[in-house]
C-alpha cells in the first residue's frame, strides 16, 4: 500500500482552483490517495493529520488542509454508520455499478462523482426515513391524549347519568309514597262517614248528648292518626 501511494507524481496530483486566493482542489486521484494513507494508519479514527501528511508526502499539502479533509472524511464515515441496512445495501449497488462502468469506460473521476452522488442520495433517503418516524412518533402521542380524553369523557358521563337514575328513582319513590298517603287519608275519611252513618241508625241523634258526640269524634281522630 505504502509503495503504491508514492509510485504516483506528487506534484500532478496537486491542482489549485482559480480564485483570487487559489484553494487547494481534492481530485479523485488525491483524494483516492488520502484514503490510500488514513487506511495503511489504521483508519480515520486513529490517523491524525500530520502522520497524513507524512505519509502522503504530497508537496503543497498543509496540516490546514488535511484537517478539513479528515474531519468531513470522519462524518462521512459516521453517517454512512447510521444508515440501516436496507440503505446501504442501495448505497453497495449505486457504488458497485459505477466502478463496473468506470471499468468499462476508464473515467475514474465520473465514478467517483456518482459513488458521491449515490451516497448522498442514500443520505437523503436516511433523513426522510428519520422525519417520517418522526411524525410517526408525533402523530402516535397525539393519539394516546386524545384516547385517554375519550376515556375521561365517557366516564364522566357514566357517572353522572348514574347520579341522574338516582335522583329520577328518589323522586319516583317520593310520588309513589304521596300519593298512597292521600288514598289512605281518603280511605279513613271515607271510613269515618259510614261509621257515623252507621251509629246515626242505630242511635238516634237525639238521645246522643254532646259528651257522646266528642267522644266519637275523639275515637275516629285518633283512628285517623293510627293510620298516619
Same mark, same amino acid.
Given at each position: 500500500? !505504502?509503495?503504491?501511494?508514492?509510485s504516483?507524481?506528487?506534484?500532478?496530483?496537486? #491542482?489549485?482552483?482559480?480564485? *483570487?486566493? *487559489?484553494?487547494?482542489?481534492?481530485t479523485a486521484? #488525491?483524494?483516492?490517495?488520502?484514503? &490510500?494513507?488514513?487506511?495503511? %494508519?489504521?483508519?480515520?479514527?486513529?490517523?491524525?493529520?500530520?502522520?497524513?501528511l507524512?505519509?502522503?508526502?504530497?508537496?503543497?499539502?498543509? #496540516?490546514?488542509?488535511l484537517?478539513s479533509?479528515?474531519?468531513k !472524511?470522519?462524518?462521512?464515515?459516521?453517517?454512512?454508520k447510521? $444508515?440501516p &441496512?436496507?440503505?446501504?445495501?442501495?448505497?453497495?449497488?449505486?457504488?458497485?455499478?459505477?466502478?463496473?462502468?468506470?471499468? &468499462?469506460?476508464?473515467?475514474?473521476?465520473?465514478?467517483?462523482?456518482?459513488?458521491?452522488?449515490?451516497?448522498?442520495?442514500g !443520505? =437523503?433517503?436516511t433523513e426522510?426515513?428519520?422525519?417520517?418516524?418522526?411524525?410517526?412518533?408525533? %402523530?402516535h402521542?397525539?393519539?394516546?391524549? =386524545?384516547?385517554? %380524553?375519550? $376515556?375521561?369523557?365517557?366516564?364522566?358521563?357514566? !357517572? $353522572?347519568?348514574?347520579?341522574?337514575?338516582?335522583?329520577?328513582?328518589?323522586?319516583?319513590?317520593?310520588?309513589?309514597?304521596?300519593?298512597?298517603?292521600?288514598?289512605?287519608?281518603?280511605? #279513613?275519611?271515607?271510613?269515618a262517614?259510614?261509621?257515623?252513618? &252507621?251509629?246515626?241508625?242505630?242511635?238516634p241523634?237525639?238521645?246522643?248528648?254532646?259528651?257522646? $258526640?266528642?267522644?266519637?269524634?275523639?275515637?275516629i281522630?285518633?283512628? =285517623?292518626?293510627?293510620?298516619?
Open positions: 500500500m !505504502y509503495s503504491a501511494i508514492h504516483v507524481p506528487v506534484d500532478s496530483e496537486v #491542482l489549485w482552483t482559480s480564485d *483570487p486566493k *487559489p484553494r487547494l482542489r481534492w486521484e #488525491l483524494h483516492e490517495r488520502f484514503v &490510500d494513507a488514513v487506511t495503511q %494508519l489504521g483508519g480515520p479514527d486513529k490517523a491524525t493529520p500530520k502522520t497524513i507524512r505519509t502522503m508526502g504530497v508537496k503543497g499539502l498543509t #496540516l490546514y488542509h484537517k479533509h479528515l474531519q !472524511y470522519r462524518m462521512g464515515k459516521q453517517s454512512y447510521d $444508515l &441496512d436496507s440503505s446501504k445495501d442501495g448505497i453497495f449497488g449505486i457504488a458497485a455499478s459505477c466502478i463496473a462502468e468506470s471499468q &468499462d469506460t476508464g473515467s475514474s473521476i465520473s465514478s467517483t462523482s456518482k459513488i458521491a452522488h449515490g451516497l448522498n442520495d !443520505y =437523503q433517503v426522510a426515513l428519520r422525519v417520517q418516524m418522526e411524525v410517526q412518533r408525533t %402523530l402521542d397525539q393519539l394516546e391524549v =386524545q384516547r385517554r %380524553l375519550q $376515556l375521561r369523557i365517557e366516564a364522566q358521563g357514566k !357517572y $353522572l347519568q348514574s347520579i341522574l337514575d338516582k335522583a329520577c328513582k328518589v323522586l319516583n319513590d317520593h310520588a309513589i309514597a304521596t300519593v298512597g298517603f292521600e288514598a289512605t287519608s281518603e280511605e #279513613l275519611s271515607e271510613l262517614i259510614k261509621v257515623t252513618n &252507621d251509629f246515626n241508625q242505630i242511635v241523634v237525639e238521645t246522643l248528648t254532646m259528651s257522646s $258526640l266528642s267522644e266519637l269524634a275523639a275515637s281522630s285518633r283512628k =285517623q292518626e293510627c293510620f298516619h
